[in-house]
C-alpha cells in the first residue's frame, strides 16, 4: 500500500539547514509528486513546495528564497532542505503524496517534528 | 495567493447531530476544493476533494458541496471518531492554501 515516512533531526539551532528525507513506498516518484506541509505546533497547515513526477518543483513564494526540494528516484527518496532556520520554522513538517499538478494530497506520512532553538 | 477562509473556528455538538462547516475562498476555485480530517496526534487524512468526490474508505456520513468560491463540509449523524480538526485546502492554484481549521467537539 501506499507509504511515505518522514525522517531527519528534531533539534535545530537559528541559522542552520535543515534537511528532511521522505521515503515512500507502494508508488513511483516517476508518476507523482511528493510535497511538504509544515504545521506550527497548534496551528494550521501551510503547503511548502512539491516535486512533481517529471522533476519539476513548485514553491510557496513564502519560503521559496530557502526551500530546495529534491528527489532520488532509484531510492523512492524525496528531500527537502531549508536554510536560515529561524524559532518560526519550528512544527512538524510532513511530506504527502499529490499524484499529479493540481491534485489533491491523497496520502500522508506520519510527520517529523522539528525544534528551532538555541 | 488565494485566502481560504474557514468557519466556524470551533464546533461543539452532540452525537447523532448533522455538522457543517463552511470555506470561503478569496476567488473562483472551480470546485478544486479538498477537505481534510485531523484527529488528535495524527496526521491530516483526505475526507472529500473536488468539492464534492469522497475519498476511499470515508463513510458516507461525510458530504461535500458547493461552488465558485463558496464550499461546505457536512457530517450527518456524528459520532465520536468525528472529533477532529478539519481543514479546507484549494488546489486551483499555487501555493495551496489551507483554511486555518475547525475543531470540532464533542457537547
Known amino acids: 500500500q501506499v507509504q511515505l515516512k518522514e525522517s531527519g533531526p528534531g533539534l535545530m539551532q537559528p541559522s542552520e539547514t535543515l534537511s528532511l528525507t521522505c521515503t515512500v513506498s507502494?508508488?513511483?516518484?516517476?508518476?507523482?509528486?511528493v510535497g511538504w506541509v509544515r504545521q506550527p505546533l497548534g496551528k494550521g497547515l501551510v503547503w511548502m513546495g512539491t516535486?512533481?513526477?517529471?522533476?519539476?518543483?513548485n514553491y510557496n513564494s513564502a519560503v521559496q528564497s530557502r526551500l530546495s526540494i529534491s528527489r532520488d528516484t532509484s531510492k523512492s527518496q524525496v528531500f527537502l532542505k531549508m536554510n536560515s532556520l529561524q524559532p518560526e520554522d519550528t512544527g512538524t513538517y510532513y511530506c504527502?503524496?499529490?499524484?499529479?499538478?493540481?491534485?489533491?494530497?491523497?496520502?500522508w506520512g506520519q510527520g517529523a517534528s522539528v525544534t528551532v532553538s538555541s | 495567493d488565494i485566502q481560504m477562509t474557514q468557519s466556524p473556528a470551533s464546533l461543539s455538538a452532540s452525537l447523532g447531530e448533522t455538522v457543517t462547516i463552511e470555506c470561503l475562498a478569496s476567488?473562483?476555485?472551480?470546485?478544486?476544493l479538498a477537505w481534510y480530517q485531523q484527529k488528535p496526534g495524527k496526521s491530516p487524512q483526505l475526507l472529500i476533494y473536488?468539492?464534492?468526490s469522497l475519498n476511499d474508505g470515508v463513510p458516507s456520513r461525510f458530504s461535500g458541496s458547493g461552488s465558485g468560491t463558496q464550499y461546505s463540509l457536512k457530517i450527518n449523524s456524528l459520532q465520536s471518531e468525528d472529533v477532529s480538526i478539519y481543514f479546507c485546502?484549494?488546489?486551483?492554484?499555487?501555493?495551496?492554501?489551507f483554511g486555518a481549521g475547525t475543531k470540532l467537539e464533542l457537547k
Open positions: 504527502a503524496r499529490q499524484p499529479r499538478i493540481g491534485d489533491v494530497m491523497d496520502a
Open positions: 507502494g508508488f513511483s516518484l516517476t508518476s507523482n509528486g
Open positions: 516535486i512533481w513526477a517529471g522533476g519539476s518543483t
Open positions: 476567488e473562483d476555485i472551480y470546485s478544486n
Open positions: 473536488y468539492a464534492n
Open positions: 485546502q484549494q488546489n486551483y492554484d499555487s501555493p495551496y492554501t
